[in-house]
């Protein structure tokens, strides 16, 4: 269905002349990825709201997509799996923020989460992806963006989860971390156990 509205698109745009037939199969990807990236970030914020929870899907958004974009990580092979996998991920770091700060109450519990995280996802990324290479330049230029952003979210964090009295706010932004530092883990374990 993506496919088909881009390609639809893609189609409208050349009939005007706005694009090239040369550029076509450029556009109909970008338009893909943005109709995409659109459909999930919307659904996510719908059920931030739905939950009762306005706020967590702006904030799970404003923490992972800036470290997605600049870590990498783990990519689905078809937008609908995509969709699935990034909505199960937000709906999973909601349900475990709230039944994990019932238990565990210490912000610095989580603050400790955020940093290994951090550290984890310092490591690896940007976890290159054979699927979607990208250039030495690219790649140089998203390790200094991605260490920008690891380095801004932990200096604003540690005073805000001092401050903390909503654990399960600071268990969500924690495990919102995780979630891109497994995501970021994953394909590096199948990279090394094919040997690549």
């Not at 200094?144 to 903390?164: D, E, G, K, N």
């Not at 924690?174 to 156990?193: D, E, F, G, K």
Request: glycine share 4%; charged share 10%; proline share 4%.
């Amino acid at each position: 269905m993506l496919e088909q509205i881009s390609k639809s698109l893609c189609a409208m745009l050349l009939q005007k002349h706005i694009i090239h037939q040369r550029d076509a199969p450029i556009y109909k990807y970008g338009l893909e990825l943005l109709l995409s990236a659109t459909g999930t970030s919307l659904t996510i914020l719908l059920l931030g709201i739905l939950a009762g929870y306005p706020y967590c899907g702006f904030l799970y958004l404003s923490i992972t997509v800036p470290l997605r974009l600049t870590a990498g990580g783990y990519h689905a092979q078809s937008y609908s799996k995509c969709y699935i996998v990034s909505i199960s991920i937000f709906l999973l770091t909601l349900v475990a923020s709230e039944l994990s700060s019932v238990y565990i109450k210490q912000p610095f519990f989580w603050f400790v989460l955020l940093c290994m995280s951090c550290v984890t996802i310092w490591k690896l990324g940007p976890v290159r992806n054979i699927r979607h290479e990208i250039s030495d330049l690219t790649y140089c230029r998203n390790r200094t963006y991605l260490h920008a952003i690891i380095i801004t979210m932990t200096v604003i964090s540690f005073p805000l989860y001092c401050l903390a009295n909503n654990t399960a706010l600071v268990a969500f932004c924690s495990l919102s971390v995780l979630s891109v530092a497994i995501q970021a883990v994953i394909p590096v374990v199948h990279q090394r156990q094919r040997g690549i």
